[in-house]
């Protein structure tokens, strides 16, 4: 791959975010929905060991490809990651970016904290609707900094598939809560929310 590999986008706006929620020592990594396997080659850089599992073929291939020509050590599975066999307490950090509205939300955040080991790290960047008039004034708070981004940085994109949300943010926080006690849940601009949550040790 060549640096045009590397471009702009709401998701990659919010990789900084993802990366900064590593735990220290951070032995095992997993990216749910890894996509062209950009973030998954950031991981790779701070964690011991990192796995991608995506569903779609292209970005698998995208993403050995890009792990191979930067030197990254990631190891990516085609799959689908609900029904993955992945063993229970086997990662360190487990994340997604704006990938689990395209799967059973609640079963995915519970699969993904049930193969952290304990003390570990769940991060997630994600995308909901709005559903209130609160949304709608937040997200319009976000229009004048995704212009300017756009005009600066340009936008660009793997191809990877799109999906629309199907859930509003109220929902998603809702279900978060329920599926991780205590998880930091953060609305963000540029359509996106966050969630933090440390599995109790």
């Known amino acids: 791959m060549t640096q045009e590999s590397e471009y702009w986008n709401h998701n990659v706006h919010y990789q900084p975010l993802i990366l900064a929620a590593v735990p220290p020592g951070c032995g095992a990594a997993l990216d749910v929905g890894c996509g062209d396997g950009m973030l998954a080659a950031k991981l790779a850089g701070r964690c011991g060991q990192v796995t991608g599992i995506d569903l779609d073929r292209r970005m698998i291939a995208l993403a050995r490809e890009r792990c191979a020509a930067t030197g990254s050590a990631a190891t990516f599975v085609r799959a689908d990651f609900l029904a993955y066999p992945f063993k229970d307490a086997s990662f360190d950090f487990t994340c997604a970016n704006t990938a689990l509205h395209h799967m059973d939300f609640a079963a995915a955040l519970a699969k993904m904290a049930r ?8 991060a997630v960047v994600g995308l909901a609707d709005n559903g209130s008039l609160t949304d709608w004034v937040i997200g319009a708070a976000g229009i004048p900094a995704d212009r300017y981004y756009k005009l600066t940085r340009g936008e660009g994109s793997a191809g990877a598939p799109v999906k629309a949300p199907g859930q509003t943010w109220a929902q998603a926080r809702a ?3 329920r599926a991780l006690p205590g998880v930091r849940y953060r609305r963000h601009l540029l359509s996106r929310y966050s969630l933090v949550w440390d599995k109790p040790g």
């Not at 193969?115 to 769940?122: E, W």
Request: aromatic letters at 0%; glycine letters at 18%; a positive charge.
């Open 115 to 122: 193969v952290l080991r304990p003390g570990g790290r769940l």
């Open 175 to 177: 279900a978060a809560l």
